[in-house]
């Protein structure tokens, strides 16, 4: 038993026809609705709309809830459009167009013979199981992940794309799956301003202590290391800044409003100008 069809084409241009704007700000947006429904009567009958015109705008003004009188201008408007044509039904002029049948194939005049089938092929070897890194086979219907692409032209983007596929299979015990043409835009991006010795320092930074948002989420994606990178280096500068805001007594004492040297905890790191006075 075939298929209820409940569903008819239009124009993707419809909203931008300005005879429909027309239409609508002649007879109301409710006009819109008796064409529809024309174009669904005339897609179930190919194309025809069939009965006395009184009883054509009698059954659509019910449909649609709007006046016979309304729906006979309705029609006289498409028909002075020739979205409708009589002959002598009532007919949607463009249905043809919108409803393509596919002629079958003929064999062309005087080629009446078929020619053989072609004789089959030879089998084609089936493709060995694609092995991991302990060597072992992947089960069937499981796609183990890659390394990262050694065709990425660039070292630097393979350093990055490495340091963090290492470092994901050294925090969780299993490689990430690798998306080559993605993961090397995303360390391009990385690298972005930087240099590489930086960029391999943002990935391990964070796979080792990454931002709570993401810890908690579990998310370690090389797209989401782009992401935490300003909070990244926010946190790096305000480790620098503390620091440097550590001075001694001596350049307390002498009224030092910025401090002239670094500390790291108790330890000194550059030697005190005041105390060499």
């Not at 043809?96 to 013979?113: I, N, Q, S």
């Not at 391990?204 to 993401?214: A, G, N, Q």
Request: aromatic share 6%.
């Amino acid at each position: 038993m075939p298929r209820i069809k409940r569903w008819f084409p239009a124009s993707h241009d419809i909203n931008g026809d300005p005879e429909v704007w027309e239409l609508t700000e002649r007879f109301g947006e409710r006009a819109l609705r008796v064409w529809l429904e024309i174009l669904s009567i005339g897609d179930r009958n190919e194309g025809q709309v069939k009965g006395q015109r009184d009883f054509i705008a009698t059954c659509l003004s019910s449909k649609c809830r709007t006046t016979k009188t309304r729906v006979l201008q309705i029609l006289d408007y498409a028909e002075s459009r020739l979205w409708l044509v009589s002959d002598p039904v009532l007919r949607v002029r463009n249905h043809p167009k919108y409803h393509r049948v596919r002629e079958p194939k003929e064999v062309p005049a005087g080629d009446k013979l078929v020619s053989p089938p072609s004789e089959p092929s030879e089998p084609t070897r089936p493709k060995e199981p694609r092995k991991n890194l302990a060597g072992d086979s992947a089960p069937a219907g499981k796609v183990l992940p890659r390394k990262p692409d050694r065709k990425v032209s660039d070292p630097r983007v393979r350093a990055v794309i490495a340091a963090w596929y290492d470092g994901f299979q050294a925090k969780f015990g299993e490689p990430p799956p690798v998306n080559g043409a993605k993961a090397g835009a995303i360390a391009k991006k990385l690298l972005t301003g930087r240099s590489e010795e930086k960029a391999v320092g943002l990935v391990r930074e964070f796979l080792r202590s990454p931002p709570e948002f993401y810890a908690e989420r579990q998310l370690y994606g090389l797209e989401h290391i782009l992401a935490a990178a300003p909070s990244l280096l926010a946190k790096r500068g305000t480790r620098r800044l503390e620091q440097e805001a550590r001075t001694c007594k001596a350049c307390v004492a002498a009224g030092e409003r910025i401090p002239a040297h670094l500390w790291r905890g108790s330890e000194r790191l550059e030697p005190c100008p005041q105390e060499a006075k």
